[in-house]
C-alpha cells in the first residue's frame, strides 16, 4: 500500500500514458521475446518519444537501442516496462530507482498469483519502490495504450492489429483484469460509432488499483469508463473515488459466485469479495453494473452518441409490427414505461401518412417516405410526453438508414435519445452500423437496456450534483 | 372453433406444406399486388404442383394461368392462398367450399385484429367454413414456408432472399405471428450450423392455432420446434399437446407485462393471457421458455449439433484466462456446477502440455498444439467427473479450428455436448461459424443459456417418459 492518490501523482500518472521516453527490460531478439513485441508496437505506432531495449546482451530489438542495464541508458528514462522472469524483477526495480525513474510497468507474471513464493517476491518489489518513491502498474499485467499519444506497451500484439484504433482515437476508456478481455473489446470496437481512448490492464494492482485509474479517468479526456474487474482492493477507496466521478462507469464484475471467485483469484491474485456488498456499493457510489463483456462496448454508445434520459416515458415506432409488443414489454420490465400519447399527439401522427396505430407502440406500416419519418420524428421529440424514443425501423431500403441519420441530429436538437434497433440478423446490423457510423444496437434487449443506463446514470449524475453541492 | 385435432387432419395438415395444386386468389398484375409476389415467388423455387392465379380479369400472373373464379379452375385444386380485401373473403371461401377446397389459408388482413366490423366478418367466415369442413390458417398471416418441399407462399418475399435456405433444408420448424420475426429468424440462419425446416405463420389463428401446429411438429421430420407467440388460443389445449411433445419447444411469447399485452393485441386480435399462469404451464409441460428473439435461433443448434445435456457438471477451458472466472460465475447462476476434477485427472491433463491451470476451469495457457487440445478433449469428455463442456477457444491460428471441429466430433462419440464461445468480435465469430460450419455461440451467456436448456430438456424429457409409461 502505498498511500493515498495525490494530485502529483494524478499528473504523473499521464505520463504512464504518454511517456517522454521509454525502456522495455527484457526486450532481446532471442525467439518468442515479449519484450520484442512491445518494441515492434511502439515503433509500428511511430511513437514519438526513444525506446530503449534492456537484455543481457545489450542488443538492439526492433531498431530500439539496446543496452546492458537501464543504468547504462545515456539519456532519462520516463518509464520502464518490465518484461522479465519474475526473480528478476526486485534487482531491476532498484536500478530503475538508482536511474531515477518513478513509473514502472510490471508485466512480468509469477507474482501472488503463484501462491507463497509469489507473495514473498511482491514483498521484496513493494519494499524497493517504497524506498525509491516508485509508483507502478501491474505484475501480471499488459499495461497501457492510449489511441490518441499512439503509446502502446501491451505484450503480444501484431503490428497493425489494432492500427484503426489507433487511427481514430475515442473517448471511452478502460480499466481490466485481462488481456483476452481488452482484445476482444478492442475488436468489437471495430465496428462501432464510438471509440477507444486509453486501456490500462492492471493486473494484480499491488500498488496503482481500479480506484487511482478512475480517478485519473475523471480528470482527463474520458467520456464513458468501463472497467473488467475479478476483485476490488480496497472497497472505501474505489466507493469514495466512484462517488466523486461524474461520467458514467459501466463494471463488469467476476466472483458472483463462490467458483467465479475462486477462478479469478487464481487469475490475478484478487481477494473475493462479498458479491452483495459490492453490489450495494455500485448503487451508492453511481456504479453501472453491467450484465455482460458485450456490454462494456455495446452500452458507451448510448452516452457519447445520444442525449442523456431524463425521464421514463418512452415512445416506441417501428415497422414491424411485434416488435411494438416486444419493446414494450422490455421497457416495462427495465422499470420504464410507454409513454401515454395525448389524442392530439396521435392525431397529428395520424397525419403524418399511412399508419397502422398511432398509438405508442407506433405501427409504422411497411411502405414510409422520408418525409414521414421526419415527421413523426419531429411530433414525439419536440412533445413533452415523450422523454426518449426506441426506434425499430426495418432496414429494406435505403431511405431508412437516411432517416436514422436524421433522427441522430434531431436527437441531440431535441435533447432526448433514441435508442435505436433493426431487426435484421446480427450480421447485417454490424454492416450498416460501421458503412454509416449509426449507433444502432444489435438487439431489443441492448437497446431498452441502453435507455435503462441512460436513465440510470442521469438519476445518479442528480445525486452526486446534490451531495457536491452540499460540501 | 372448429373440433379437436384428428388423426385424419395430421395427415391433410402436410399438404398445407406441400400441396398437390395452390390458387392464389387475389393475385393479379396491379402495381404492388401481394398475392403476384406469391406467385413469383412459387415459381421461383420450381414449385412442382399447378398454381392458379385468380382475379377480376382472369389473367396469368407470374406465369400461372389465370381465371375469373376458383369455380373456373378446370383442374383439382388442393389449397387455396386468399390475398384479398377482408370484405371480399367470406364469398371466395363459398365458392372453395364449392369447389371441393378443404384447406386455405387466408393472409387478407382485416379481421378481429381490427375491431368490432372484423370480429362480424370472422363469424361469417367461420360460419362457411363449418358449412364444408374446411380448415385453415389465419386470417392476417403469411402462409407456409416448408424447404424440404420448396414450397413458400408468404407475400412480400423478394425471388431469391431466401434460396440459400431453401437449398440446405434443415430441421427446426417454426410457429409465428409475426413475419418480422420470420424473416429475422430466416435472416439469421444464414450464417448458422443448423438450417430451418418449416415455418408457418398463424396470424389470428381463428381455426389452426399453435397447439395444432406443435402437434403436427410433433410428427413430421423436425427436431427443434420453436415458437413467437402473441397469445396463446386455448391454454388447456397447448397444456396437454405440450405435454406430449418429447421434441425440444422453445417458446417466446410478448405480453409479459400489461403493456405487451395490449401492444399484440393490436397486432394480432389475440387475448391478454396471465403471464404467470403461462409460465407455470411452460414448466409443467416442459416447454422452454426462451428470453430473447435471438434464442429462438440461437439455441436450437445445441440440440441438432450436440448430444444433449444428462447433468450439471461442466468443465471449462479456456486460452483467455478470465473466461474461466466469467464461466464459472454464470454456470453456476444457471443452475449448473463447475465438475470437480479429481487430483488424477487434474494430473492427466498437467501431462497433456504446458497448462497454466489444471483444476476446473482449466487455463490451457496460450500456446497450445493440436494434440494437447485432442489429449484435453479425451481425458474430460471421457471423465466420470464431467457432464459436459465449455470450451472457450481464441482463435488465433487456424489450429483452433481444426481442434473445434475434431471436439465436434469427439462430443457425439462420447454422447457428451459442448457449449463452446470464441471470444472474438461477434462479426468474426458469425464469420468462423459460417465458414467452417462449427456450432459457436455468440456470447459466454448464450453458450451457458445452450447449456442450461439442453439440461431443462433432458430432464422434462425424463419426466415425459416415465409419464408416457405410466398412461
Avoid at 463483456?293 to 411485434?322: D, Q, Y
Avoid at 435484421?424 to 441502453?450: C, Q, W
Amino acid at each position: 500500500m502505498l498511500g493515498d492518490i495525490s494530485e502529483g501523482v494524478i499528473i504523473s500518472m499521464e505520463r504512464f500514458f504518454n511517456p517522454q521516453s521509454v525502456a522495455v527490460i527484457g526486450a532481446s531478439n532471442s525467439p518468442f521475446n515479449l519484450g520484442a513485441s512491445i518494441c515492434a508496437i511502439i515503433k509500428h505506432l511511430d511513437f514519438k518519444a526513444g525506446v530503449y531495449a534492456i537484455n543481457r546482451k545489450g542488443e538492439a530489438v526492433q531498431g530500439c537501442p539496446g543496452y546492458r542495464s537501464i543504468l547504462d541508458v545515456p539519456e532519462t528514462v520516463d518509464l520502464a516496462v518490465i518484461i522479465t522472469p519474475a526473480g528478476a524483477v526486485p534487482q531491476i526495480i532498484r536500478e530503475c530507482g538508482e536511474k531515477g525513474i518513478r513509473r514502472i510497468i510490471i508485466e512480468s507474471a509469477g507474482f501472488s498469483e503463484e501462491g507463497e513464493s509469489g507473495r514473498i517476491l511482491q514483498e521484496e518489489v513493494n519494499g524497493i519502490v517504497r524506498q525509491y518513491g516508485i509508483r507502478y502498474l501491474g505484475p501480471n499485467c499488459l499495461g497501457v495504450m492510449d489511441m490518441h499519444s499512439r503509446f502502446c506497451c501491451f505484450f503480444g500484439i501484431i503490428p497493425g492489429m489494432y492500427d484503426a484504433a489507433f487511427d481514430r482515437p475515442g473517448t471511452v476508456s478502460y480499466v481490466i483484469q485481462s488481456g483476452g478481455i481488452g482484445a476482444l473489446i478492442m475488436d468489437s470496437f471495430r465496428s462501432d460509432v464510438v471509440a477507444v481512448n486509453k486501456m490500462v490492464s492492471i493486473g494484480n494492482k499491488e500498488d496503482i488499483d481500479e480506484s487511482d485509474m478512475l480517478d485519473f479517468f475523471c480528470n482527463d479526456n474520458t467520456e464513458v469508463i468501463g472497467m473488467y474487474l475479478e476483485s476490488v482492493k480496497d472497497g472505501r477507496k474505489f466507493l469514495e473515488t466512484a462517488k466523486r466521478v461524474t461520467k458514467p462507469i459501466l463494471v463488469y464484475k467476476v466472483g458472483r459466485t463462490g467458483e467465479g471467485a475462486k477462478a479469478a483469484m487464481s487469475h490475478t491474485a484478487g481477494m473475493a469479495n462479498n458479491d452483495l456488498i459490492f453490489d450495494h456499493a455500485c448503487r451508492q457510489a453511481g456504479i453501472i453494473r453491467v450484465n455482460s463483456i458485450a456490454e462494456l462496448h455495446s452500452l458507451p454508445k448510448i452516452f457519447t452518441a445520444m442525449p442523456i434520459l431524463k425521464g421514463r416515458r418512452i415512445a416506441v415506432f417501428t415497422n414491424s409490427g411485434a416488435f411494438g409488443g416486444i419493446a414494450a414489454d422490455l421497457l416495462v420490465e427495465a422499470g420504464l414505461e410507454m409513454a401515454r400519447l395525448s389524442a392530439e399527439t396521435q392525431e397529428r401522427l395520424r397525419k403524418t401518412g399511412k399508419l397502422y396505430n398511432a398509438a405508442n407502440p407506433i405501427d409504422l406500416g411497411p411502405a414510409i417516405s422520408m418525409q414521414t419519418f421526419l415527421d413523426v420524428f419531429e411530433i414525439l421529440l419536440s412533445s413533452g410526453e415523450v422523454d426518449g424514443l426506441m426506434p425499430v425501423p426495418n432496414v429494406w431500403q435505403h431511405v431508412v438508414i437516411e432517416a436514422i441519420m436524421e433522427l441522430v441530429k434531431m436527437c441531440h436538437h431535441f435533447g432526448k435519445p433514441a435508442a435505436i434497433y433493426i431487426p435484421n440478423a446480427v450480421e447485417r446490423i454490424v454492416e450498416i452500423r460501421k458503412e454509416y457510423m449509426i449507433p444502432v444496437f444489435e438487439s431489443p434487449e441492448e437497446a431498452v437496456r441502453a435507455l435503462q443506463v441512460s436513465y440510470a446514470h442521469y438519476r445518479y449524475s442528480l445525486k452526486k450534483q446534490k451531495r457536491l453541492q452540499r460540501v
